[in-house]
């Protein structure tokens, strides 16, 4: 059974950093995409970045340029989210998601597995 588990959310202060983990197992796709998405209450779930199981080209969405970086470890199917310079519109609950194929996507209904999601609060 394909698993995706987070680890790293927490509280923290503006412009302090936070480094969420996804580790994936039981998989059985040798190509895919692994992705983080975050959702704020009353808000959609949105995008935040993109990294291909290639090591490929990453892709991060408008609003955490320069601040979040997106990195893999092969060995270890996990994925790492290092998010530097927070701001209080960073505080969602965040998700690891993955998708097998070819075929990039920001969408969250492309996505065929979810982790359960790990909570980043930034305080003003």
């Known amino acids: 059974q394909v698993q995706l588990v987070e680890s790293g959310g927490g509280l923290v202060q503006t412009g302090g950093s936070l480094r969420l983990s996804c580790a994936l197992s039981?998989?059985?796709?040798?190509?895919?995409?692994m992705s983080w998405f975050r959702q704020a209450p009353g808000k959609e779930r949105e995008f935040v970045s993109l990294?291909?199981?290639?090591?490929?080209?990453?892709y991060y969405t408008d609003s955490v340029k320069g601040r979040f970086t997106v990195s893999r470890d092969n060995a270890k199917d996990t994925i790492y989210l290092q998010m530097n310079s927070l701001k209080p519109e960073d505080t969602a609950v965040y998700y690891c998601?993955?998708?097998?194929?070819?075929?990039?996507?920001?969408?969250?209904?492309?996505?065929?597995?979810w982790g359960q999601g790990t909570q980043v609060t930034v305080s003003s």
């Open positions: 039981g998989r059985t796709f040798s190509s895919y995409f």
């Open positions: 998601a993955a998708k097998s194929g070819l075929r990039y996507s920001v969408d969250a209904g492309a996505y065929d597995y």
């Open positions: 990294i291909p199981s290639n090591g490929g080209s990453t």
